[in-house]
């Protein structure tokens, strides 16, 4: 069965630092791997992906992630935080080219506080 | 793309009521899925559908009825919820490398 960790459940940075979320997958196979973020009262939006090919994956709002299979992560980042940024972000790993492809595996999510 | 439209944005029921939930996506996707969030829990996944038939049922109590008339609309129908029924509920659509496009959700309470 496929699972998600994210073990962080909430992080502070301030405004212009650099950001890191990290998140552990577990997988049987090549896995297909998502950042989505959610701000409050809204639904989740797909910040990027990855499928194959190029380990580095770039993203919108200036994220980018890093597959590094003998880890088993997929680790979010961002050089400068934005005030905007502040959100709850989830990793999902989904099942692939496959008719059911959108039934991913959430984790627990990381809440980013963004300090001035 | 146009995204995805879900209905009502927030309800308040008994837990004798019947209301129902609606999503309608314009991205021209084949799969719709409906997703439960609550406090503290990760997301569940409720209903699959693909080409407007059902393709999993994660579980979910017969109180939740989906229906997909076509592959742009979803429903969830609601009778007879549980306080702890209420959530935010989420649908969403997705191409078939199975990136999800999610609504913004319908916030439920159940009194």
């Known amino acids: 069965a496929q699972s998600v960790t994210q073990p962080d459940i909430h992080i502070t940075v301030s405004e212009g630092a650099s950001l890191e979320l990290r998140c552990n997958y577990s997988?049987?196979?090549?896995?297909?791997l998502f950042w989505y973020v959610q701000s409050p009262g809204q639904g989740l939006q797909l910040l990027l992906k990855?499928?194959?090919?190029?380990?580095l994956v770039q993203g919108i709002k200036g994220f980018e992630a890093e597959f590094k299979r003998s880890q088993s992560s997929f680790n979010l980042r961002k050089p400068s935080v934005h005030w905007s940024d502040a959100a709850e972000y989830f990793c999902a790993v989904g099942a692939g080219w496959d008719t059911n492809a959108g039934k991913s595996t959430f984790g627990d999510g990381t809440t980013l506080t963004v300090k001035p | 793309e146009t995204g995805v439209t879900q209905t009502p944005r927030h309800l308040v029921m008994g837990m004798t009521n019947k209301k129902s939930l609606k999503c309608e996506q314009h991205l021209g996707h084949n799969a719709m899925y409906w997703y439960k969030q609550s406090a503290k829990k990760p997301l569940e996944l409720m209903f699959v559908y693909n080409f407007k038939e059902q393709t999993e049922n994660n579980s979910v109590p017969s109180r939740f009825s989906p229906e997909c008339p076509n592959s742009s609309h979803l429903f969830l129908h609601l009778h007879t919820l549980q306080p702890e029924d209420s959530a935010l509920y989420l649908c969403?659509?997705?191409?078939?490398?199975?990136?999800?496009?999610f609504g913004e959700g319908s916030r439920l309470t159940v009194l």
């Open positions: 997988y049987g196979a090549t896995p297909y």
């Open positions: 990855y499928f194959s090919g190029d380990t």
């Open positions: 969403a659509s997705s191409r078939i490398t199975g990136e999800l496009f």
